[in-house]
């Protein structure tokens, strides 16, 4: 009674009629009409519905231009993202499905509350939210809010893969992957032609070549990398590797390596600096008369092919490796900027077996071509020894993997980014690309030859990759 009292009052006042005193009884006798508290009842449970068909209406219009924002996702790279109810202050959300996703490689999961998946198409996809909030009827349609998630093409389907010309007089394979034994050891060695040089359709500029001198117990590996600016640094490559191969089998012999076999034995017995001195001398003699030998076959092939000798600039590392009874013993040479690194047998330790010549200290690029390479006053520096009783891996590479794997040069000599480099390899990378290094996989060519696909912005030069393990 009084709430109907309340009411019909404010009522007639809000319509400027007032209840002079002397109809105050016949006023209680109104209110207590039936009728009129019925009337009341109604006029107040509708005021209700609209208030609340009003908040309904004005929440929904709140959700519906909430801006939502969901990351980018790219073609073929795994995508998971979250729609935080809480965060988004969706508590009040009773029914929800999402439409759209059809052939897209992406689904939601309402129990996480995640879109997640692989994405198959690019562009921006336009994602609807079906939903309906607390207080709406259960047979009621279901609001539709639309959320723009974009997803960027996979950059890899950006470059175009032209093949070379096979007619060219110096064409060569575009990728080659190998594998194979190297003295008691394993060797896999997987070269491929850069996106920037497919996408012109242009060739591999790097080489390689391994050979186990089965006479003289001696291994022997190289790896060039041809300058890309360098028109015919391919031929220059591949010239720099067969002639190091060529040289050490025709003056690598068993007569000419006897005072050298003895030396080693001495110096694994007792080291001093007579065996130490003796041993510099055989490398530093037989290596730089190596060395020199390619640079000469280089030298002859330009002036027979009538052009310039820096045509073919191209890098040269090579690696001497020879397991005795008392350990492995392993010669280096290198010029240019790719690293030779020898892993101990527990991965605690890292030698670099060369140093680069990049930065400050190697004055920029230096080409197994260049004359002057010889006459230098570094020349000596360029060779490596080093007797160990076993390693896990000896590895040759060029700057197509040591640029985006490494950085930086500093890189090589730290043992951590090492054992990251390996972990790489063996699946830890957003591709899940994996090389197996177990003895006995007749894959691991081929599957170091995907790995050597992954992406790295601004890194697309040609990559060759040697390991010895």
Known sequence: MEETKRYLKAFLTQNKIEIPSGKLSLFDEFIANENNVNSVKIIQENQRMIMENWKLKTRIDDIMIQAVSIPNGTVNKKYEAKLDFTKLNWQDIVAFEIKGLENTGLQFDAKEETLSGTPEISGDLKIKILFRIEGEPEDAALNEKTLTLIINP????????????????????????????????????????GRSHANTGAFREDDFAFKNINQTGWSLLAVSDGAGSARLSR???????????????????????????????????????????KISHFVYNSLSKAAHFANKQIEE???????????????????????????????????????????????????????????????????????????????????????VDDFSYLVLMTDGIYDPKFVVEANLEKIEKWNEFFGDLQGNNEDGHKVDFSTGNTEVANQLSTWMDFWSPGNHDDRTLAIIY
């Open 154 to 193: 996979d950059p890899k389907s950006l470059w175009k893969n032209l093949e070379s010309d096979k007619n060219d007089p110096f064409y060569k394979e575009d990728n080659v992957a190998v594998s194979g034994k190297f003295l008691d050891k394993n060797i896999v060695v997987a070269s491929k032609r």
């Open 235 to 277: 031929k220059g490559s591949k010239i720099a590797c067969d002639a190091v191969i060529q040289y050490f089998e025709e003056n690598f012999t068993e007569e000419s390596l006897k005072e050298f076999d003895e030396t080693l034995l001495l110096h694994h017995k007792q080291s001093d600096e007579s065996s130490s001195k």
């Open 301 to 387: 092939f330009a002036i027979k092919s009538e052009t310039e000798l820096a045509n073919f600039h191209a890098t040269l590392i090579f690696a001497l490796v020879k397991k005795y009874d008392f350990g492995y013993a392993l010669l280096t040479f290198g010029v240019g900027d790719c690293p030779i690194g020898l892993l101990n047998k527990e991965l605690t330790e890292i030698k670099l077996m060369n140093w680069l010549d990049v930065g400050d200290f190697g004055g920029g690029t230096r080409f197994i071509t260049m004359p002057e390479i010889f006459q230098s006053d570094k020349f000596s520096t360029r060779f490596g020894f080093k007797l």
